[in-house]
């Protein structure tokens, strides 16, 4: 099956302890047929020569790259996830110019349907996040590599940091109109389920479960 080379699904691993995660990302992703590639985002020096010969053998390709650590203890404090601040490498994402749109997925969610609609979504679409719906969750989200976004996103964190200490914290500042634009970036709760929080809302979890297409294993604990 031929692949649409000017897009791809993109994951990020910044440690050992999230290759086998972001095999079995990969491994969803190919099992719902999709005809796009699927990347990784490896911040090389924090990996072992294994962990990346690893990634290799399973996606269609590795970028490496440097990682970029927020730093921001205070704000990680009350997010209660001081292991988030290295988060910030994937804003490298905007980086990868040899696609001309992405979908990105963190690497502790998995498929379970074909998600290739998403691709016909602009930049920048990504699900409500349940614990405060006009902000959303950056675990899965439709982007547009460009040099000059990656730039505009680092200096907005030198100058005011993310409100989280992680990357959802500042990518929800710079795409602020998120809640608020057109309705099409609003991409359906399906697509993002994280799987391990609590709903409030029992009668719409057995009413659309059977329509979930990626699960999201969020939270320190997978």
């Known amino acids: 099956m031929a692949l649409i080379n000017c897009e791809a699904y993109v994951t990020l691993v910044t440690s050992d302890s999230f290759v086998v995660g972001a095999g079995v ?3 969803s992703l190919q099992a719902t047929g999709t005809k796009r590639k699927i990347w990784c985002l ?3 020096k924090n990996l072992s020569a294994n962990s990346l010969e ?3 053998s399973v996606f269609d390709g590795v970028t490496e790259v440097e990682c970029i650590d927020s730093g921001d203890k205070a704000n990680l ?3 209660g996830r001081p292991e988030l601040g ?3 490498t994937k804003l490298h994402v905007w980086r990868l110019s040899q696609f001309q749109k992405v979908v990105f997925l963190d690497a502790d969610t998995l498929v379970l349907k074909n998600i290739d609609d998403l691709f016909e979504r602009d930049e920048f679409s990504a699900c409500a996040d349940i614990g405060w ?3 959303f969750n950056s675990g899965v989200f439709v982007a547009c590599p460009n040099d000059k976004t990656f730039e505009a996103l680092l200096k907005l964190a030198e100058k005011e940091g993310s409100f989280d200490g992680g990357d959802q914290g500042l990518l929800n500042t710079y795409f602020s109109d998120w809640s608020v634009g057109p309705s099409s970036r609003r991409i359906p709760f399906t697509y993002n389920l994280t799987i391990n929080a609590s709903y409030s809302y029992a009668p719409a979890y057995a009413r659309f ?4 297409k990626v699960v999201h294993f969020i939270g320190a604990q997978k």
């Open 54 to 56: 690893i990634l290799r």
């Open 42 to 44: 490896a911040s090389s």
């Open 25 to 27: 990302l990969a491994r």
């Open 77 to 79: 404090a009350l997010l």
């Open 133 to 135: 719906p006009d902000c």
């Open 209 to 212: 479960k059977n329509e979930v």
């Open 86 to 88: 290295p988060t910030f």
